[in-house]
């Protein structure tokens, strides 16, 4: 391409095709830069098109994504090139200076530390960055990656395309302008809060420190955005208590306006942590970018940062939120400054996506999920009674007759039943001729080397100990120590995943529900921030027992249990 050309897009290393016609990127991984070109509306015409190395080169270790030259020198890995590999990239180097470019889209590995020299890649895609040398560098993935099973990726090199595209009339980045109020006086911040009371939407988010909401942003649109902070640096209250009071009877106002829509990503979050730190239950509509993208997009990652490349020119800042054990006052002031992020671009994110939702005709499955947040944050705070007294007898008589099978296991089978791989040498040499129930290797070892018994084979053609497997060994060889084993996996899997489970101190078994959390995009449920709890949607009925009406009187709940 033309050194003139507005766009440059820096590959890795030509393969056999991009040698036989002295070309970069004409072969298969070339094919899907140019359909991905074609849907970003850039004609290959107008880009530059380059490759870090200029011949052919060979891969190592796949974790590593080493890259050898042909005569078997390391030239580069995840951690960077090697002097070789800069002896490498140097001509790519001088082709790049000479480039008049607008724009650099790197892509992969190589191109990006050539380009920018951070990492990883995967945090960096689809950011606008400027390198040392003032050149626009837009990271993406390598068409090459994309192919090797990860075809839904295409989306996002299609939208960095799109992003380099709108880049490429002017060398400079003029960031997306943003009012951002940080450590803001009272009467700021009473200011704002009575101009939010008059927006038709808001989005807010809270950052949670210690069990507390430690600061909150509000935004009035992408542009206008404050952070609030409670605690302030040092970990003092920041106002003094009638301040803080009227700072919270103003916010809470603002949440349960119905007139005021809420937006935040992954909003469920955020109103559950408001309904049971501070009592606040939000009313009126209310919206997520999350569910939007997962909706529109079900195959992309839905996490802020990857949502934010996608829909905003923000170059990646997700890890600047984070206090370190003893935070200085600067720390609090990027802290603040993260929070007003994350309103601003959740904001913009989601503006950008409902058109998306709306044209792709996903806006009932959209409107499906959001209408059960509020009935989801109810329960993860409300929680479910639990029967501990009932529970802990059930936990130890379960855990009696899981000593009994082992028991009987042992003289069935002549062997040590041991449930974990020994760690230690000394214990491995102890434990030699132990059989462990919890290995399939060793379970195909007794049942079909040991015991001879004909091999049961899934639908993949590999042999089999599954449940499947054991039940078919019960009816067709009579093995009674298949009947024992799945006893053992019930068993054990229930006081593993439930009878065991933590609770919160008053004694109610909570979870953390995502609203699209499968990959199919149904509800799931998982254990809360605290660590207890657990999946709330599939008890079993041997732990449902123990979970118990708060709407019963007592002596019926003894009936039930
Ligand atoms: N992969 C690259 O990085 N460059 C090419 O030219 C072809 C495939």
């Not at 119905?258 to 309904?275: E, M, R, S, V, Y």
């Not at 792709?360 to 109810?378: F, N, Q, S």
Request: hydrophobic share 40%.
């Amino acid at each position: 391409g033309s050194p003139d050309a507005k766009i440059l897009i820096v590959g890795e290393a030509p393969s056999f095709d991009e040698i036989r016609e002295s070309r970069p990127f004409v072969g298969p991984s070339g094919r899907l830069l140019d359909l991905c070109l074609h849907s970003a509306k850039i004609s290959r015409a107008e880009c530059a098109i380059t490759n870090v190395f200029e011949e052919l080169v060979k891969k190592g270790d796949e974790k590593k994504s080493e890259i050898f030259s042909r005569s078997g020198e390391l030239l580069w890995t995840t951690k960077g090139f090697t002097d070789a590999g800069r002896i490498a990239a140097k001509p790519c180097l001088e082709r790049i200076a000479k480039s008049n470019a607008n724009v650099i889209v790197a892509l992969g590995g190589p191109a990006l530390h050539l380009t920018l020299d951070i990492r990883p890649l995967l945090k960096w895609r689809g950011s606008i960055v400027v390198n040392s040398l003032g050149r626009k560098i837009i990271p993406s993935i390598h068409p090459a990656f994309i192919l090797r099973g990860e075809y839904h990726n295409r989306y996002l090199l299609i939208n960095d395309l799109t992003k380099a595209k709108a880049e490429s009339d002017d060398a400079r980045f003029i960031p997306t302008a943003r009012n951002y109020l940080i450590d803001p006086s009272y009467s700021e911040v009473l200011a704002f809060l009575r101009r939010c009371l008059d927006a038709p939407a808001v989005n807010t988010d809270i950052e949670v420190l210690a069990g507390q909401v430690d600061c909150f942003s509000l935004a009035t649109s992408a542009h206008d955005v404050i952070s609030i902070p409670i605690v302030d640096a040092g970990f003092e209250h920041r106002w003094s208590l009638e301040e803080e009071r009227e700072i919270w009877r103003l916010y809470a106002q603002i949440l349960q306006a119905p007139h005021i829509a809420k937006i935040n990503q992954n909003i469920t979050f955020d109103l559950a942590a408001l309904l049971e730190l501070n009592n606040i239950t939000a009313r009126g509509p209310l919206h997520d970018p999350m569910v939007a993208f997962n909706v529109a997009y079900p195959f992309l990652e839905k996490k802020l940062a990857v949502i934010s490349s996608f829909c905003t020119r923000e170059p990646y800042y997700k890890d600047d939120g984070q206090l370190a054990d003893a935070p200085k006052v600067e720390d609090f002031q990027k802290r603040w400054l993260y929070n007003a992020k994350d309103s601003a671009v959740s904001f913009e994110s989601w503006e950008y996506l409902m058109p998306d939702v709306d044209s792709g005709g996903y806006r009932a499955t959209y409107d499906m999920t959001i209408d059960k947040i509020p009935a989801l944050v109810y329960m993860m705070v409300k929680g479910l009674r639990v029967d501990r007294e009932n529970l802990a007898t059930a936990r130890a008589k379960a855990k009696a007759n899981l000593a009994e099978i082992v028991a009987k296991l042992e003289s069935e089978t002549g062997r040590k039943i041991i449930t974990a791989a020994p760690k230690k040498a000394a214990e491995k040499r102890a434990l030699a001729g132990a059989l462990n129930v919890n290995s399939p290797a060793q379970l195909k070892e007794y049942l079909y080397r040991d015991l001879k018994l004909k091999p049961y084979v899934n639908s993949a053609g590999a042999e089999s100990v599954d449940d499947v497997a054991l039940s078919r060994i019960v009816r067709r060889d009579g093995l009674r120590t298949a009947k024992l084993l799945q006893d053992y996996r019930r068993i054990a899997k229930l006081i593993g995943t439930y009878l065991d489970m933590q609770f919160d101190a008053d004694d109610r078994m909570r979870c953390s529900f995502n609203v699209r959390g499968t990959w199919t995009g149904r509800l799931s449920s998982s254990q809360t921030i605290h660590g207890v709890g657990g999946n709330l949607q599939n008890i079993p009925d041997d732990m449902a027992l123990f979970l118990v009406s708060d709407y019963q009187p007592e002596a019926q709940n003894e009936a039930v249990v």
